[in-house]
């Protein structure tokens, strides 16, 4: 690669740190990039995985008074699952051809961002028709363990909009300020990243140095992120993460 194409990577890695943190569409705006470069499709998408991982890792960081908020046995949770899910996500992506999952990515995105626009009033729904109307949902249900699962199965094998699949997952099936959603989300998707990259190292063919300029701008975009997302009001953020989603859809199906 010339400095520019060095200089391009490194953007993209900032850029896609900071979305890790906030909107959770990160490998929209750096997987392209590294296709662009001539980068093999299976080898770009290894390499972005292990090159965002920096910033999933600074941006769990810049979370971490939300993430104290949520209960610990609920952080255990979501982390565990989503790490056994990443390694399903690795085999799938590693033994399928490329493209099986693309086809469905860009509707289930356009889902789940119907979920996170809706996600206020299906949670008033579900806490009026539950055994404690009045009480708040500390608790993951069997519903919400499957899904974070899944989720975790999708963010091993691609990624591209797993971070606003984990925001409506979780805000649908917890009680939590969206903030603190968000927090927990970017810590989920450290755990698949961190399990998928391990895999990855051992066994994948890896473009180390488009590896290494995505983390140099990632590890820094995730931390600002981690302060932009705090900032933001939950009713402006769920808006931009719905208009996120559909961005990233439409992008995929084009």
Same mark, same amino acid.
């Given at each position: ?19 890790? =943190? ?23 998408? !290894? ?10 890792? +600074?941006? +769990? ?16 949770? !979501? ?49 009026? &028709? ?6 708040? &949902?500390? =608790? ?28 409506? !997952? ?85």
């Amino acid at each position: 690669m010339t400095g520019s194409e060095h200089l391009a990577v490194i953007a993209a890695g900032l850029g896609a740190g900071i979305l890790t =943190s906030t909107v959770g569409v990160a490998s929209l705006l750096s997987f392209p990039v590294l296709i662009a470069l001539g980068i093999p499709p299976v080898v770009a998408n !290894v390499s972005n995985t292990i090159g965002l991982l920096p910033g999933a890792l +600074s941006g +769990s960081f810049g979370y971490r008074r939300e993430i104290r908020e949520v209960p610990r046995p609920i952080t255990i949770a !979501v982390v565990a699952v989503c790490a056994v899910g990443a390694i399903g996500g690795v085999v799938l992506l590693l033994a399928l051809p490329p493209g099986v999952f693309a086809a469905a990515a860009p509707w289930l995105i356009l889902f789940t961002c119907l979920i996170v626009g809706v996600q206020p009033r299906i949670s008033r729904w579900l806490r009026a &028709r539950s055994d404690h109307p009045h009480g708040l &949902r500390t =608790s993951m249900s069997p519903a919400t363990y499957f899904f974070t699962t899944l989720t975790g199965v999708y963010g091993g094998y691609f990624g591209a909009g797993a971070g606003v699949m984990m925001m409506a !997952v979780l805000g649908l099936g917890l009680d939590l300020e969206l903030r603190v959603v968000n927090g927990l989300k970017t810590l989920s998707l450290l755990a698949a990243n961190v399990v998928a990259s391990a895999i990855f190292v051992v066994i994948a063919d890896i473009n180390w140095t488009a590896a290494a300029l995505l983390a140099i701008g990632s590890l820094v975009g995730g931390y600002v992120g981690s302060h932009i997302g705090r900032r933001i009001p939950g009713g402006l953020l769920r808006a931009l993460i719905v208009l996120a989603g559909i961005l990233a859809a439409i992008l995929m199906l084009t």
